[in-house]
């Protein structure tokens, strides 16, 4: 298994998109988009409506719809790069205590942290998922063509060989 964390990578005519987590487990290449909300999710015409613990309402878009739009330009990108491979998508609530009241079509690609967990655990029978070390050594190499550490990520970062903060 193998993990890459916070990187963005360009898109064509677009601004760069970040990607939270990309894993490689033994059911395949899986870009998950992680979430720390609280409180409750819904969906209202097509759009992801966070009810805060205090009652307030968060429209976050179409989540799904976004991550999916993301992996497929992942996918793309790393096709260019000489690595051709589905990248599976999902979102992760990270919060154990969120309620998430959504369709079964969303639910599906949507979990907690210990079904994702059980869920990436899971072999795949699917060959063309499958990733052996050869394999991922050639999608990380393909990565370090294009994906960058996220601006975000850098911005939290003390600079290098700097001493940080106690």
Same mark, same amino acid.
């Given at each position: 298994?193998?993990?890459?964390?916070?990187?963005?990578?360009?898109?064509?005519?677009?601004?760069?998109?970040?990607?939270?987590? +990309?894993?490689?487990?033994? @059911?395949? &290449?899986? %870009?998950?988009? #992680?979430?720390?909300?609280?409180?409750?999710?819904?969906?209202? $015409?097509?759009?992801?409506?966070?009810?805060?613990?205090?009652?307030?309402?968060?429209?976050?878009?179409?989540?799904?719809? +976004?991550?999916?739009?993301? @992996?497929? &330009?992942? %996918?793309?990108? #790393?096709?260019?790069?000489?690595?051709?491979?589905?990248?599976? $998508?999902?979102?992760?609530?990270?919060?154990?205590?969120?309620?998430?009241?959504?369709?079964?079509?969303?639910?599906?690609?949507?979990?907690?942290?210990?079904?994702?967990?059980?869920?990436?655990?899971?072999?795949?029978?699917?060959?063309?998922?499958?990733?052996?070390?050869?394999?991922?050594?050639?999608?990380?190499?393909?990565?370090?063509?294009?994906?960058?550490?996220?601006?975000?990520?850098?911005?939290?970062?003390?600079?290098?060989?700097?001493?940080?903060?106690?």
């Amino acid at each position: 298994m193998r993990a890459w964390s916070n990187f963005e990578f360009p898109a064509t005519g677009a601004k760069p998109y970040e990607i939270d987590l +990309l894993l490689t487990t033994p @059911s395949g &290449l899986h %870009m998950i988009e #992680l979430k720390a909300w609280s409180g409750s999710v819904d969906i209202e $015409t097509d759009h992801w409506i966070q009810t805060a613990p205090n009652g307030r309402r968060i429209d976050h878009g179409n989540v799904l719809e +976004l991550a999916y739009f993301k @992996s497929m &330009l992942l %996918m793309k990108q #790393l096709q260019r790069a000489g690595e051709a491979t589905i990248v599976r $998508t999902g979102v992760c609530f990270t919060e154990n205590r969120v309620r998430l009241n959504l369709p079964a079509l969303n639910r599906r690609y949507v979990h907690t942290v210990d079904e994702l967990v059980s869920r990436l655990s899971r072999p795949t029978h699917d060959v063309r998922h499958r990733m052996p070390p050869d394999r991922v050594e050639r999608i990380e190499e393909a990565l370090a063509t294009f994906a960058k550490p996220s601006r975000r990520c850098l911005r939290d970062r003390p600079p290098p060989g700097s001493t940080p903060p106690e």
